[in-house]
């Protein structure tokens, strides 16, 4: 069964460095989402993307983040400079445009 | 904006116990409403969805009925087993692309 990846599965940085969180949604599908949960709190939606640009973010998804979908498979989440407050479980989610969003396994980024 | 609250955990049950994890929603209009799981170590799978006023979602022994006058939506299941220990996420859906706003999860520890 198609199923959405992410790399890596756990992430740690030093405050102030950049990191890239990637993801690969399911072939067919045409719209991309991240969101991310921090320990203890709930899922919260940072962007989705459709058409090769951003179609909705949230309030969370400042000047810091930016989606990309950089060949025919990958889409990624980078954070220019992370802060502390960045830890969090991020998940990529894609669908073809039906309610139902496939969901990846996580990346877990620790800033230290 | 919409919101869902979902009951605190984690719920601690034996084996062939029944389970209600209680869900409820604010939000303009008539959102879709879903139930995801997270096993550990795994990402969110959907586990039922419904889409309007008194609809039933099912799965493998889990139910949960959307109720528009008491905007709820409860999971619930008759015998629980030891292998559906994990998170459980109430979820709702505006429209078809939308974003989904989640609960914050109900950790289920189910003991043989």
């Known amino acids: 069964e198609p199923e959405v990846t992410q790399t890596p599965s756990h992430q740690v940085t030093q405050m102030g460095q950049e990191v890239i969180l990637r993801c690969v949604p399911i072939?067919?599908?045409?719209?991309f989402y991240w969101y991310r949960q921090i320990l203890g709190q709930k899922v919260e939606f940072l962007v989705s993307?459709?058409?090769?640009?951003?179609?909705?973010k949230s309030e969370i998804f400042d000047d810091q983040f930016s989606v990309e979908r950089p060949d025919g498979s990958n889409f990624t989440l980078k954070i220019r400079s992370t802060k502390l407050e960045d830890s969090a479980m991020y998940f990529c989610?894609?669908?073809?445009?039906?309610?139902?969003?496939?969901f990846g396994p996580g990346t877990r980024l620790t800033v230290t | 904006g919409d919101s869902v609250t979902q009951m605190e955990g984690p719920v601690t049950l034996s084996e062939e116990a029944f389970l209600t994890i209680n869900c409820t929603y604010t939000?303009?209009?008539?959102?879709?409403l879903f139930w995801y799981v997270q096993y550990p170590g795994e990402g969110l799978q959907l586990l039922l969805k419904a889409t309007k006023a008194d609809d039933k979602g099912s799965n493998k022994g889990f139910e949960a009925t959307y109720r528009k006058e008491t905007t709820s939506f409860h999971l619930e299941k008759g015998s629980v087993q030891v292998s559906d220990s994990a998170v459980y996420f109430c979820a709702a859906l505006n429209s078809g692309y939308s974003t989904l706003t989640f609960g914050k999860g109900t950790m289920l520890l189910v003991s043989p």
């Open positions: 072939s067919n599908h045409l719209y």
């Open positions: 993307f459709y058409n090769n640009e951003i179609s909705e």
């Open positions: 939000a303009t209009g008539y959102p879709s």
């Open positions: 989610a894609s669908t073809a445009g039906s309610y139902e969003q496939y």
